[in-house]
Every structure is written in C-alpha cells, then in structure tokens.
C-alpha cells in the first residue's frame, strides 16, 4: 500500500507539473509580412494575448531524419502569430487560440468596414461571395515550451496546406493603422477583465458574421450579434421590444428616418427565414443595415467602457 502511495503521489505531482507547462500555437494567417515591423500593429495584437511569431527560434529536431526541408516548409511567405497558455488540455487552448484569433481579426475588420457599408474590393453581385472580410488562417502548429513541434513528421501535411494562401487585400494599414491600437488603448488600460473578455467574444462573432460568403448567413449572424449585445444588457428583454430599442440606437447616431423605418420589415424577413424557411428576401441593403447596427453597438460599448462595471451598466446610458 505504501508503494501504491508513493507511486500515485509521483503521478499527481507529474500531472500538476503539466499545469506549468506552455504550449505555443502558431497561427498561419493570410497578413502581409510587412506588417511585421509595424509598432502600431504590434501593440494591437497584444489587446488580444498574441504576438508575431519568429520561426527562426524554433528547433527541428526531426529535421536530419527527413527528405525535405522541414524548416522552410514551416516558415510562411505571410505574417505567422503566436498565442501561447499554461496547461495539459492541448485541445482547450486550441480553441482559445480560436477566439483569440478571430477577435482580433474582427477587430481589425470592424476598424476597416465600420460603417463603410459591404462595399468590398470584389463583384460580389457575380460571384455570389458576399465577405466583408478576406482575413484567414488555414492552419495551427503546436510546439511545446521548448520551440520543438509536436509530432513533426505528422504536420507536414499541415505546412504544405498552410503556405497556399492568398494575401489579403483588406489589410490597408497607411490610413487605418492609426486607429487600430488607439481605439481600444483606453479600454485596455481600464483593466476590466470580464468585460474586455465579452468585448473581445463580440469581436469574435463580428468577424465570423463578415466571413460568410451567403448573404443570408451573414445577415443572420449579424442581426444575432447585435440581438445578444442588446439582450446581455437588458436581460430577460422579451423579443417586442427589441426592434424599439435598435430603432433608438440608429436614432441616437443620427442615421436617416428611411433607415430606421425600414427596421420592423428587416425583422419580418429575418423571421420568414429563421421560421418559415422562406429564402430570396434578404438584400445587401438589408446585410448592410444589420451589419452597421452591430457596428454601432460595439462602438457604444467602447464609447462608456469607462464609466461601468458590468454590461447590465450599460442600460443606463442606452
């Protein structure tokens, strides 16, 4: 029995051990490496726990035993990130690694498009690709705390899918790049955690809702975001009211009337879709205005972070 003891405490010391462990995930994403040396895009991504990853740093241990050249494959002719966590569970920092990512390239998509409508650098109208975003990763690379890529032999289908991507053309930083770190400096300095954390999942959906190529998903996905924004600040509001309160915030930024008129009808064929399967209604006027609501949303949460607590504080100043 003492043995059995002993044996089973070395084990949970070894498992909690783990817990000290960082694992890195290297991210693949479609970003212009000239970025790479801009401060101001630097300072963005640590809004978002993530960093541009150097893959000159890393150790390829396999690399003698393999016929190709493992190191060039893993390097990319685009910008690689980085996000690295403590802890045993690879697959749940993956998955952060997920919200992480896709926050911050709603972020950046949000300093590009807000309130620019869905004009985008392709014909949509012939293609049928309605995007408002052309921002992408195609893969993740995990390494352990000591740079050495897990089960490199196996990942070598993963680099040769990685290094195929098309450069995004979204990425104009001339103008923009001055926005994108002060637009949330503010807000990062404030040190909310819980309501940065909610700020970032909104980002997160923001982006997810301008990568769909259906302008009915995208639509959908936008009306639900600006949906959840509203009802995490008045909880329990029942579904009457909703449209009266998006009428309202159009109505506090001064949008035209026409606008927000159209606002019950927008509803009426969000309902027809979701409940009665009726396809073909929805427009890119429709998207837009959705779109632009959620947009207005999100800069109203940035506008007061300072002066509450907690969404539900919102309520007041809406």
């Known amino acids: 029995m003492d043995n059995f003891l002993?044996?089973?405490?070395?084990?949970?010391?070894?498992?909690?051990?783990?817990?000290?462990e960082i694992i890195n995930i290297i991210i693949y994403t479609n970003i212009p490496k000239k970025l790479e040396e801009n401060n101001k895009f630097r300072d963005a991504l640590k809004y978002f726990n993530l960093s541009i990853f150097d893959y000159s740093e890393y150790n390829f241990e396999n690399e003698e035993d393999c016929d190709y050249d493992i190191k060039n494959k893993f390097n990319s002719k685009f910008l690689m990130l980085k996000y690295s966590k403590r802890g045993k569970d690879y697959e749940y920092i993956k998955n952060n690694t997920f919200n992480k990512i896709y926050s911050f390239f709603?972020?950046?998509?949000?300093?590009?498009?807000?309130?620019?409508?869905?004009?985008k650098f392709h014909i949509n109208e012939i293609t049928l690709d309605n995007k408002i975003t052309d921002l992408k990763i195609n893969a993740l690379i995990a390494t352990d705390s000591n740079n050495n890529i897990f089960d490199i032999i196996h990942q070598q289908d993963v680099m040769d899918t990685a290094i195929k991507l098309d450069k995004s053309?979204?990425?104009?930083?001339?103008?923009q790049m001055k926005l994108v770190p002060t637009l949330l400096e503010?807000?990062?300095?404030?040190?909310?955690?819980?309501l940065f954390d909610q700020l970032k999942d909104y980002f997160s959906?923001?982006?997810?809702?301008s990568l769909e190529s259906s302008i009915e998903n995208s639509f959908l996905k936008f009306w639900s975001l600006s949906e959840r924004i509203i009802k995490d600040i008045h909880v329990g509001m029942a579904d009457k009211l909703l449209v009266k309160y998006m009428e309202k915030i159009l109505q506090m930024y001064n949008y035209p009337k026409k606008i927000i008129q159209r606002l019950k009808f927008i509803k009426s064929k969000r309902n027809d879709l979701v409940h009665e399967n009726i396809h073909g209604e929805i427009t890119q006027s429709d998207q837009s205005i959705v779109k632009?609501?959620?947009?207005?949303?999100?800069?109203?949460?940035?506008?007061?972070?300072?002066?509450?607590?907690?969404?539900?504080?919102?309520?007041?100043?809406?």
Do not use: C, R, W
């Open 6 to 20: 002993q044996e089973l405490n070395n084990l949970i010391l070894e498992y909690k051990k783990m817990d000290e």
């Open 106 to 119: 709603g972020y950046v998509t949000y300093i590009h498009k807000y309130k620019n409508g869905t004009e």
């Open 169 to 175: 053309k979204i990425i104009k930083f001339d103008n």
């Open 186 to 194: 503010d807000v990062y300095k404030i040190n909310n955690n819980i």
């Open 205 to 209: 959906l923001y982006y997810i809702s």
């Open 292 to 318: 632009i609501l959620s947009e207005i949303l999100i800069g109203f949460l940035i506008d007061y972070y300072g002066e509450v607590n907690n969404l539900q504080d919102y309520a007041n100043f809406m």
